[in-house]
């Protein structure tokens, strides 16, 4: 027995009392092994399995992908002709896709793609119809937005697959032989570089680590040590106190944001299309966020391990999986696209692919903006 | 005028009842002790009385604000150490003092008088972190951080638990020193020993104020005849001395047993008595109270009550 006190402070005194029980027990069977024939064996290998069990994690994979929904524009030259039509209605017919706007030039495409309501654009050539029955070659393209590839890339190919099943059928009912050519291009992100959706997502990530799980940490271990009670007794107002425990972690917050950004625009070369001010500018609102949930977490929890596993397991893991950064929110369960969007990633993911990959300014993003500051007036009221 | 008073205070943990009707004032300039074994509810009572819990009934008053609604007010005027050691321990000693000058507004240099009896003992050791000092220099270098912005009222829990007889008798001294610049000090401490020590105490058990008194007057009033005895035989003589008529109580007492006795009885009774059981005692000797003692019988008696 040491002279610090060295029970397991957060078990409680019989579970204490039970750990160490069991603990000797164990060297007592181990002793007993040794002299076959005792009357305890049997018995305490079955507690030992109980006891041994630990963490066992079974991961099942969802089944996902089950759904892609895509709302799309055409941008059909081919005007109130009944070939192109068809091809329209054919689209949609899968439920895949549904008819967002038919546009009228190139020029109204990209607002589409900006305010996030289009993820693609079908262009539908002019003399489509002439060509489909003459049995000549048509290129149909195909845009997407590149800021988001995953999303991009399982609509295209779900368009791609619905294009030659229209030709398929056009084919039965025309004899003449002819070629669908898919060109398809990646908007914002022509090559397809995953550094474009990275680099957003870990300034994401790595603010949410700072903010909310230092913030939690930091707090937590105040009070494990106690100081916090001698805080308290100062004549500092505990918000100061809160304030200055959090004060630093937003300032490394901003300088880790600006650093993942200079290394994004000068290793990986991904561009800020956007004003970078206003991208700075948005990272307020989710530093808040996370802070906020920082401290909530704290304010829950009474060990750093508490804090560390809440965090972890509550906060890091869902924005990981469910905010849109490594799989599209859109071809998730139901269930699984609400709960995404009530994490505040999801929505700051958004703000930084809009600011950086689109270069939209605030009139697109003010909602999810918006957002943001709700969750944290939310949060603040919950602390 | 009374600097702390606690008014009919009770609390309770969920249906475990830490303290039941307290009430005690102090007065300014009084080293006051709470004496009681652990989880009495001293720390409870510290707690409440430093406004980091609110009580269930009653009031309290410290200089001269109640506990709740002028909370801010106490804040400014208490030191207050927590039974655990809660200073920085990855921050040096001085920056620790620092640290805690700043959160209080003030700065080292400006109180200096006040702790520097204790800081120059410290002094060697001042660039190494709290954290790695023994265990009474961190009991002084948390008073020095209780102490650092002049407190009008001192609150220290179980200060001496965990520190070593040498640097015990130090820490009274101080806080003997510290009494005499007119700051009241509460002081908690399961050792009974430590009673003498403080002008008045209040013996604490089970969360109910046995008694309150000074160490004085409470061994001057205690008026049970008691006898030290000692024998080869302790377990045996005990059982035996249980067994007596005369006998209210026989306690192991280190190598003593101390017995108190429901009547006036001579030592050479006691003596002939457990020798016709068979023990002879190597020594019977009339003793005078120690806190310990009425302790002990005052929580008896509180039992017996109860039962």
């Known amino acids: ?58 991961m099942e994979t969802t089944p996902g992908f089950c759904s892609v929904y895509g709302p799309h ?15 329209i209605y054919h689209l949609q017919s899968s439920g895949h896709f549904t008819l967002n706007t038919v546009l009228s030039s190139e020029k109204e495409m990209e607002k589409g793609f900006k305010e996030g309501t289009t993820k693609l654009v079908v262009v539908i050539p002019e003399d489509f119809d002439s060509d489909l029955y003459n049995g000549q070659d048509i290129t149909i393209q195909l845009i997407t937005d590149g800021s988001d590839p995953n999303n991009a890339n399982t609509l295209l190919q779900y368009a791609t697959t619905m294009l030659n099943d229209f030709r398929q059928e056009q084919l039965q009912k025309e004899s003449s032989p002819f070629q669908i050519q898919v060109e398809s291009r990646m908007l914002y992100n022509p090559q397809l570089a995953s550094a474009y959706t990275f680099i957003p997502g870990t300034i994401a990530l790595i603010l949410l680590i700072v903010c909310a799980m230092l913030t939690s940490l930091t707090i937590a271990r105040e009070k494990e040590l106690g100081t916090m009670e001698i805080l308290l007794v100062s004549p500092l107002p505990p918000l100061l106190i809160i304030l200055g425990k959090v004060t630093p972690y937003a300032v490394l917050a901003f300088l880790d944001a600006v650093l993942i950004l200079l290394l994004g625009y000068f290793v990986f070369k991904v561009p800020v299309l956007g004003s970078v001010v206003l991208l700075l500018f948005c990272c307020l609102p989710y530093v808040l966020v996370g802070l906020s949930l920082g401290t909530l977490i704290s304010t829950r929890s009474t060990s750093q391990q508490q804090a560390m596993m809440s965090s972890l397991m509550g906060l890091m893991m869902p924005s990981l999986i469910l905010s849109g950064f490594l799989f599209p929110l859109s071809s998730m369960p139901r269930i699984l696209q609400f709960i ?44 | ?77 208490v030191g207050y150490m927590p039974g655990r050691f809660s200073l920085y321990q990855d921050l040096s000693v001085e920056e620790n003092l620092s640290f805690f000058a700043t959160i209080f507004g003030t700065t080292i240099k400006e109180n200096y008088n006040l702790v520097r009896d204790i800081y120059v003992q410290l002094e060697p050791f001042k660039d190494r972190p709290a954290g790695k000092l023994s265990g009474g220099m961190k009991q002084k270098l948390a008073l020095c951080c209780a102490l650092i912005h002049k407190p009008e009222v001192l609150f220290l829990d179980e ?144 039992e017996t009550q109860s039962l």
């Not at chain 2, 190598?255 to 006795?261: C, N, Q, R, S, V």
């Open chain 1, 1 to 58: 027995m040491s002279q610090k006190f060295s029970l397991y402070n957060d078990l409680t005194v019989g579970q204490n009392i039970r750990f160490f029980w069991r603990y000797l027990w164990f060297k007592h069977e181990k002793d007993q092994r040794k002299n076959p024939g005792d009357p305890y064996g049997a018995r305490s290998a079955i507690c030992g399995q109980k006891t041994s069990g630990g963490l066992a994690f079974r």
């Open chain 1, 73 to 87: 524009d055409v941008l059909d030259y081919a005007k109130d002709n009944s070939s192109s039509t068809q091809l």
């Open chain 1, 340 to 383: 995404g969007q009530l994490i505040p990633t999801t929505y700051f993911i958004e703000i930084l692919k809009g600011i950086m990959l689109r270069g939209v300014g605030l009139q697109f993003i003010y909602i999810e903006v918006l957002v943001l500051l709700g969750m944290v007036m939310i949060l603040l009221a919950f602390t």
């Open chain 2, 1 to 77: 005028m009374a600097v702390i008073v606690a008014e009919h205070i009770s609390k309770s943990y969920k249906d475990v009842p830490a303290l039941t009707d307290i009430s005690f004032a102090i007065e300014n300039g009084e080293l006051f002790g709470l004496i009681g074994p652990d989880s009495a509810g001293k720390s409870t009572l510290f707690r409440i009385l430093t406004t980091l819990l609110l009580a269930d009934h009653g009031q309290g008053y410290v200089a001269g604000h109640h506990i709740v609604d002028e909370y801010k007010e106490i804040r400014k005027k």
């Open chain 2, 159 to 302: 200060p001496t638990t965990g520190v070593d007889a040498v640097s015990r008798v130090e820490f009274w001294d101080m806080l003997k020193k510290l009494k005499e610049k007119g700051i009241a000090i509460l002081v908690s401490t399961p050792y009974m020993d430590e009673a003498t020590r403080c002008d008045r105490i209040a013996l604490i058990q089970k969360g109910k104020i046995l008694s309150i008194d000074s160490p004085q007057q409470m061994i001057a009033h205690f008026n049970k005849p008691l006898f030290a005895i000692k024998t080869r035989k302790i377990y045996q003589t005990l059982s035996v001395l249980r067994r007596a008529d005369f006998t209210y109580s026989a306690l192991p007492f280190g190598e003593y047993i101390h017995l108190t006795t429901t009547q006036p009885v001579v030592a050479s009774e006691i003596k002939a008595y457990v020798a016709d059981n068979g023990i002879a005692l190597e020594a019977v000797l009339p003793i005078e109270a120690s806190v310990e003692d009425i302790f002990l019988d005052l929580s008896k008696t509180l």
